[in-house]
C-alpha cells in the first residue's frame, strides 16, 4: 500500500511565505509525476503546480513566479515552496503521486488527506 503524508500548511499573512512538504512511501517502483492541488471552499479542486521524475515543471498562471515546486526523487518527497502569498491562495493543498506499484508495475494515482493554508490580515 502507498501513504501520502502531506505537511507544512498554517496561518500566514499577506506576503508572506510557507513550504509544504510531500512524502510518498510504501511499494513505490517509480515516480512519474508528483503534484500539488487545492480546493478552495465552494470551489472545483485545481492544479498548482506538478513536476515529472526527470525535473519538468508546470504552474497554474496565478502562481507563476511565486510559486517552486522541487523534489527529491531518493526520498520520493515533493515541495511547494510558496511566497508572495495572497488571500486568494487560501485553500486546501493536496499533494497527488503517479506512481507505478507493485511488481506488475501498476500504475496509480495517490492523494494525500490535504493541509490548510490560510492566508489572512
Known amino acids: 500500500q502507498v501513504q501520502v503524508v502531506e505537511s507544512g500548511g498554517g496561518l500566514v499573512q499577506p506576503g508572506g511565505s510557507l513550504r509544504l512538504s510531500c512524502a510518498a512511501s510504501?511499494?513505490?517502483?517509480?515516480?512519474?509525476?508528483m503534484a500539488w492541488y487545492r480546493q478552495a471552499s465552494g470551489n472545483e479542486r485545481e492544479l498548482v503546480a506538478a513536476i515529472t521524475s526527470g525535473g519538468t515543471t508546470n504552474y497554474e498562471d496565478s502562481v507563476k513566479g511565486r510559486f517552486t515546486i522541487s523534489r527529491d526523487n531518493a526520498r520520493n518527497t515533493v515541495y511547494l515552496e510558496m511566497n508572495s502569498l495572497k488571500p486568494e491562495d487560501t485553500a486546501v493543498y493536496y499533494c497527488?503521486?503517479?506512481?507505478?506499484?507493485?511488481?506488475?508495475?501498476?500504475?496509480?494515482?495517490?492523494w494525500g488527506q490535504g493541509t490548510q493554508v490560510t492566508v489572512s490580515s
Open positions: 510504501g511499494m513505490i517502483l517509480s515516480i512519474v509525476e
Open positions: 497527488n503521486v503517479d506512481l507505478y506499484t507493485g511488481a506488475k508495475m501498476w500504475r496509480n494515482r495517490y
